[in-house]
């Protein structure tokens, strides 16, 4: 397993390196101080989409992770 991520809670986020083609690493997320872990079939951008978009569901990471009251605007549409 590789961590390639951390919320501000401090679970930790990690592919799972279970195939020699990267884009079928799938996601396995650790509760911190816990022996909690949950695995999701996706790959990274999957899964952070899947977040984002409410798509997927989990018991570790908080639901009120991403202020959704706040809009995303692509890079090229922010006013300065």
């Not at 390639?4 to 101080?33: E, H, M, Y």
């Not at 872990?37 to 018991?59: P, R």
Request: aromatic fraction near 10%.
């Amino acid at each position: 397993i590789i961590a390639v991520g951390q919320t501000d809670n401090g679970d930790t986020v990690f592919w799972l390196s279970d195939s020699k083609d990267p884009d079928c690493w799938k996601i396995l997320i650790n509760k911190t101080r816990s022996n909690k872990f949950e695995l999701h079939d996706e790959n990274l951008t999957g899964f952070m989409a899947g977040l984002v978009k409410g798509v997927i569901k989990s018991d570790v990471v908080p639901r009120d992770f991403i202020d959704m009251t706040k809009p995303f605007l692509p890079v090229n549409q922010i006013r300065y």
